[in-house]
């Protein structure tokens, strides 16, 4: 089964640096991954979706790497804003069955300190 | 932009109780899914529906648990003879294509049975 792994569970920073967070997945066997936002006691949002095909994903201040075949994943937040805290989920299907269910991480808690 | 509604946002019930659990997805739509997160853990999958049927099941969701489309917009999660482990924020998801697409979660519905 596949085991989804988010380090460092909690991370504060001062407003304006330069952030990664990490995701590592013990079946390498992925279709696709997706980055989630969740704010307290509120929904997922989508960030970004990168499929097994591809090396990373960028959407404004937000870049998501992939390397499959050693079982990681990044998110790096660039300059960050207060308005970036929250708990960021990593989420993979795997190719091992035919459903489409996603695999969630526990998630980093980010606290963007002004 | 189009986004998955869920109602209610809390509910408590009593142990022993049915809950109806109901979601609107957005319009186009083909895939539907609930996930459930129990306070302090994972987000972790309970069912896809496709084609109105269920095309994939987790453990967590035995015969206590059915989904249904009634009527072409929403899509319901019952929980029958409620417990106290249940408690926990249940999410409603939908996608267009199935495995390639990412999601996109509703702002869930958090569920308290005391």
């Known amino acids: 089964k596949q085991e989804v792994t988010q380090i460092p569970a909690a991370l504060s920073v001062p407003e304006g640096e330069n952030l990664v967070l990490n995701c590592s997945f013990t079946d390498s066997a992925i279709y696709n991954l997706q980055w989630f936002r969740q704010d307290p006691g509120k929904g997922l949002t989508s960030l970004l979706l990168i499929q097994s095909s591809q090396r990373e994903q960028t959407s404004g201040r937000l870049n998501a790497s992939l390397d499959k075949s050693s079982g990681r994943s990044t998110l790096y937040i660039a300059a960050s804003q207060p308005g970036d805290s929250a708990t960021y989920l990593c989420?993979?299907?795997?190719?091992?069955?035919?459903?489409?269910?996603?695999?969630f991480g526990t998630g980093t808690s980010l606290t963007v300190i002004p | 932009e189009p986004e998955v509604t869920q109602t209610p946002s809390h509910q408590v019930t009593q142990m022993g109780q049915e809950v109806i659990l109901r979601c609107v997805p957005i319009s186009n739509h083909l895939y539907f899914y609930w996930y459930r997160q129990i306070l302090g853990q994972k987000v972790e999958f309970l069912v896809s529906?496709?084609?109105?049927?269920?095309?994939?099941k987790s453990e967590i969701f035995d015969d206590q648990f059915s989904v249904e489309r009634p009527d072409g917009s929403n899509f319901t999660l019952k929980i029958r003879s409620t417990k106290l482990e249940d408690s926990a924020m249940y999410f409603c998801?939908?996608?267009?294509?199935?495995?390639?697409?990412?999601?996109?979660f509703g702002s869930g519905t958090r569920l308290t049975v005391v």
């Open positions: 989420a993979v299907r795997t190719t091992a069955n035919t459903g489409n269910q996603f695999y």
């Open positions: 529906f496709y084609n109105n049927e269920i095309s994939e």
């Open positions: 998801a939908s996608g267009y294509r199935g495995r390639s697409d990412g999601y996109t």
